[in-house]
């Protein structure tokens, strides 16, 4: 049986996918990332974070309009994103429920192997496939032909490192410039 205690003690322990314990509750809401005792830098997402974190405000908005949830999520957000990454990758994302502890700001947290960046990269791939997805069950051919040809010139990697210029993410602070 559990013991009570303060937040970050005992039996509310964390195994990261490189073997590490964590206290899930010990990160601040505005990291996205954090130097692991096991060397490497590994990547730190909130359900607070927006998810226009990975992608801009207007296809956030059009994710929330085409996608219904079916769960506790009012709407299509980081949680639903960073679950693909978890289901994608299930032994290099490991998530948190912190919802029984209202002093950290947030609900729940993932804690990958990746770091940051790599993190940004993956979770654009999933929403692109996503919506491929979504695409090919339009009967309507010239959108289709539209997203392929968009497609054809996406270079994920320039995307990413673009977008993470304009959002400033070479600090904790993720806000627009």
């Known amino acids: 049986m559990p013991e009570p205690g303060i937040p970050g003690e005992s039996g509310d322990q964390m195994e990261l996918p490189c073997g590490e314990v964590v206290h899930p509750t010990d990160f601040d809401i505005g990291m996205r990332e954090f130097h692991c005792p096991c060397g490497d830098i590994h990547a730190l997402v909130t359900d607070v974070h927006p998810l226009a974190r990975f992608v801009p405000e207007f296809l956030v908005g059009t994710l929330r309009e085409t996608i219904s949830t079916d769960d506790d999520f009012e ?23 912190c919802s029984t502890e209202g002093s950290v700001g947030y609900a729940l947290i ?40 968009y497609m054809a010139d996406f270079e994920l990697e320039t995307f990413v490192e673009l977008y993470r210029e304009e959002r400033e993410f070479e600090t904790e602070h993720d806000t627009a410039i």
């Not at 957000?77 to 994302?93: I, N, R």
């Not at 791939?125 to 009967?139: F, G, I, N, P, R």
């Open 75 to 97: 709407e299509f957000g980081t949680p639903h994103a960073l679950a693909m990454a978890a289901e994608e990758f299930p032994d290099k994302v490991e998530s948190a429920d």
């Open 110 to 149: 993932w804690i990958s192997t990746f770091n940051s960046r790599r993190l940004h990269e993956v979770v654009v791939e999933l929403l692109l496939e996503l919506m491929e997805h979504a695409v090919s069950h339009t009967e309507n051919e010239q959108i289709s032909d539209e997203f392929e040809a």
